[in-house]
């Protein structure tokens, strides 16, 4: 058979450039894709740390609001919130340790923070053997103690509506 029927041709030795670029840039598509999925849906939260740099990045708008800081406590008073909501309620169980003339400073979960009281802010106290629930008055009754705080967005800040001890 050594004829021109038995010829069969040779693949030239390819170095796979062809295909190695072809599944590397299928790749970083994939990881780009991957990359702009995580930070949409705020699971990577590039765009909202370092706005500078990822802010043009597209994402999901959070609502969430940190009410209690780490930091020093002050009463937040510049707090963004959608203008599509009627009213946004907060609550807090935590600890109020401090009562001022209009505010009060509530530690929650090694968090602290001072907020105003609505001029009709309503305190409950349960009863000793008595699971019921009674009305004690306004903000003259706020004293320190563990307590159920609730908080109401008012002229975008949060004020508390009631506490409950």
């Not at 299928?26 to 894709?33: G, Q, R, S």
């Not at 740099?53 to 930091?71: C, D, E, I, M, R």
């Not at 409950?124 to 103690?145: C, D, P, W």
């Amino acid at each position: 058979m050594n004829g021109p029927s038995s010829y069969i041709p040779q693949k030239e030795n390819d170095s796979g450039w062809g295909t190695g670029l072809l599944f590397g840039g299928i790749t970083l598509v994939l990881v780009l894709i991957a990359f702009f999925a995580l930070n949409y849906f705020n699971i990577l939260f590039l765009s909202e740390l370092y706005p500078k740099a990822f802010g043009w990045l597209p994402h999901k708008s959070s609502f969430q609001t940190n009410v209690l800081t780490k930091a020093t406590p002050n009463i937040k008073t510049d707090t963004s919130f959608d203008p599509i909501f009627k009213s946004q309620t907060a609550q807090i169980e935590g600890t109020i340790v401090k009562v001022d003339k209009g505010s009060i400073e509530v530690e929650a979960q090694g968090h602290k923070g001072k907020f105003l009281l609505t001029s009709s802010v309503a305190v409950y106290r349960s009863e000793k053997g008595n699971s019921k629930m009674q009305l004690t008055g306004g903000a003259e009754n706020v004293t320190t103690g563990s307590a159920s705080i609730i908080l109401q967005v008012i002229n975008n800040q949060f004020k508390v509506q009631s506490i409950t001890y």
